[in-house]
Nanobody
Framework: QVRLVESGGDLVQPGGSLTLSCVAS????????IGWFRQLPLSEREGNER?????????????EVAGSVKGRFTVSRDDAKGTVYLHMKNLKPEDTGEYFC??????????????????????WGQGTRVTVSS
């Protein structure tokens, strides 16, 4: 089994920037894509649904960010370090939440329009908290 660990969450002012990291314990040929998801604070949600914000292929130069964060968030990876990054800028209070990375056995291409669906991902990290507030 692979293990994912997120880090980089912090308190940041509106308009600020932050980069999150997701480190995989090992590579596995069954996992082809990594997604970033976020979960709103308890006071802003009813259940445990997570919103997909980005997806990146592990093996190809392909990635996508959700429309809600397009132009502000980007995703990248460092293969030598086994790490995927989520770069966030011009942060807004509504970006506040718990951020998770997850791996999928589906490829980036096969995921298609389901790249931001949490049920397409198999193993999840524990999350890192991002708070955007003045």
């Amino acid at each position: 089994q692979v293990r994912l660990v997120e880090s980089g969450g912090d308190l940041v002012q509106p308009g600020g920037s932050l980069t999150l990291s997701c480190v995989a314990s090992r590579r596995h040929p069954h996992f082809s894509a990594i997604g970033w998801f976020r979960q709103l604070p308890l006071s802003e949600r009813e259940g445990n649904e997570r919103e997909g914000v980005a997806c990146i292929s592990i093996t190809e130069d392909l990635s996508e960010v959700a429309g809600s964060v397009k132009g502000r968030f980007t995703v990248s990876r460092d293969d030598a370090k086994g790490t995927v990054y989520l770069h966030m800028k011009n942060l807004k209070p509504e970006d506040t939440g718990e951020y998770f990375c997850a791996v999928s056995r589906w490829s980036f291409r096969a995921l298609g329009t389901a790249r931001f669906r949490s049920d397409r991902y198999d193993i999840w990290g524990q999350g890192t908290r991002v708070t955007v507030s003045s």
